[in-house]
């Protein structure tokens, strides 16, 4: 166990560096970028030791494997994000340890977070997924919304009793145009960001950057990057 202690913190420290670097060539305060650990397909006894290594945010796509993982670790001082495509049948389950959900994509979804964090008797942060390779199905090849759908989402989020909106998440598309173009998406995503704060201005996150390109999410002005490879290592099997 020592020597994945050992690995996890070095990682950690490595990707700090990095945000840390970023933070300084983009002219940031390094205080006003944090660091979201995923930790998909990685075990319970992973996310002890990152919290024991200070990381108080951790962040799941997929219910089954999050919770029994969020239970093990709730003695833990940390804020599970999900960050996967939501499906209403598992809205119950991830409302009870989620403190964020960063994949919020369309008006039934809403309904049923909201149905189920007033339920729970919790206030739920959510994220809308902007989709910046949507089509003309106004969805994105890995679920969000068009930019177009933004505001009527927000606005839906932002009356609905148990949740909170805090602001946008987007994944640099694979396809369309910006494909490759990684701080182009980030700072139309920014651009988005700003047109929301104008009538919802505490929703004020963005969720941006993960392992490869977190450096271009923070040059754009991520307030939160998602990490897991960089810090976790491969996973030999996605999910």
């Known amino acids: 166990m020592k020597d994945r202690r ?3 913190a070095a990682n950690l420290a490595k990707v700090e560096e990095r945000i840390a670097a970023a933070c300084a060539a983009a002219g940031r305060d390094r205080g006003e970028v944090t660091l979201i650990v995923v930790t ?3 075990p319970a006894s992973d996310v002890r030791i990152l919290s024991e290594l200070g990381v108080r945010h951790v962040a799941e796509n997929r219910d089954q494997d999050a919770a029994p993982k969020a239970a093990a670790c709730s003695d833990l001082p940390l ?3 999900f960050v996967g ?3 209403t049948n598992k809205v119950r389950s991830v409302a009870g340890y989620a403190g964020v959900v960063q994949s919020v994509d369309r008006d039934r979804l809403v309904t049923a977070l909201s149905r189920e964090a007033v339920r729970a008797g919790r206030e739920l942060g959510c994220l809308i997924q902007v989709a910046l390779d949507a089509g003309e199905s106004g969805r994105g090849e890995r679920g ?3 930019p ?3 505001e009527e989402l927000a606005d839906l ?3 609905s009793p148990g949740l909170r909106l805090d602001g946008l998440m987007t994944v640099a598309p694979l396809t369309g145009e910006y494909a490759g173009r990684q701080r182009a998406a980030f700072g139309r995503l920014m651009d988005l960001s700003t047109d929301l704060r104008r009538a919802h201005p505490a929703a004020n996150m963005v969720s941006a950057g993960m392992s490869a390109d977190l450096e271009e ?3 754009a002005g991520a307030t939160h990057v998602r990490v897991g490879t960089a810090v976790l290592g491969v996973r030999a099997g996605l999910g």
């Open 6 to 8: 050992d690995e996890l």
């Open 79 to 81: 804020t599970w994000h």
């Open 144 to 146: 969000g919304v068009a």
């Open 148 to 150: 177009r759908g933004i």
């Open 40 to 42: 998909k397909t990685y």
């Open 217 to 219: 999410a923070v040059a």
């Open 85 to 87: 495509q939501l499906q």
């Open 157 to 159: 989020v932002a009356g």
